[in-house]
């Protein structure tokens, strides 16, 4: 597609409801990125994928955050047992090389905006 | 781990000043720093990077200037427009740890 396409636009999740967010990035590009944003704040890594391969969840802020690209293109975000902190933008990204190319202009889609009540 | 500071956190001002936001990071070796621009309801967008390499990019009226020994990079906007009003974002590192926001306002 034309640039990174973010899925559903908008979540109202009850606390302790799964979510699962999607992100369709650009068609061929290898790195895959997600980010967190709290309101009035920059976004926040989470987690990053070269391909089918997940390199770093370094910025998973717990083990009820899980994300997978299980065929190198369309990646999904799930966080389970929702609570109130969860609630921010997530925002998807992706350019068309590796991260071991250095750094590259990244393309983010609109986000999902999440809110637990 | 990274930690990127930027100032100041809101921004106004008269249509066709300058502009001049800037940013302070920790890791040396961190050596790609690119700035974002955030319109509301949207995701960022690049506007301009640079590597380590070089101490000075323009595009236009946008700039970005890099004091690697300093930890300094800053973004300069000359001859603002109302369109330019937006949140920018700094960031550093290849896997983008951003800064916190600058709310720009430019008013006509």
């Known amino acids: 597609g034309a640039g990174v396409s973010q899925s559903p636009r908008y979540k109202v999740a009850k606390r302790g409801q799964d979510v699962a967010l999607r992100c369709d990035p650009i068609?061929?590009?290898?790195?895959l990125f997600w980010y967190q944003q709290a309101l009035g704040q920059g976004p926040e890594f989470l987690t990053y994928?070269?391909?089918?391969?997940?390199?770093?969840k370094s910025g998973l802020p717990s083990d009820r955050f899980f994300a997978e690209r299980p065929e190198g293109s369309v990646s999904t975000l799930k966080i389970q047992r929702t609570q109130q902190e969860d609630s921010a933008v997530y925002l998807c990204?992706?350019?068309?090389?590796?991260?071991?190319?250095?750094?590259?202009?990244?393309?983010f889609g609109s986000g999902t905006r999440l809110t637990v009540v | 781990g990274e930690n990127v500071e930027q100032h100041p956190s809101t921004l106004s001002v008269q249509e066709g000043d300058s502009a001049v936001i800037k940013c302070t990071y920790s890791?040396?070796?961190?050596?790609?720093f690119p700035w974002y621009k955030q319109e509301l309801g949207k995701g960022p967008q690049l506007i301009i990077d640079?590597?380590?390499?070089?101490g000075e990019k323009k595009d236009q009226r946008i700039a970005v200037t890099l004091n690697k020994t300093a930890k300094h990079f800053s973004l300069h906007i000359t001859e603002t427009q109302p369109e330019d009003s937006a949140v920018y974002f700094c960031?550093?590192?290849?896997?983008?740890?951003f800064g916190t926001g600058t709310r720009l306002q430019v008013f006509p």
């Open positions: 960031a550093s590192t290849d896997k983008l740890i």
């Open positions: 990204a992706s350019s068309l090389l590796g991260i071991s190319a250095g750094g590259q202009g990244y393309t």
């Open positions: 994928f070269q391909n089918e391969a997940q390199l770093d």
């Open positions: 068609s061929g590009h290898v790195s």
């Open positions: 890791d040396s070796a961190s050596n790609y």
């Open positions: 640079i590597r380590s390499n070089v």
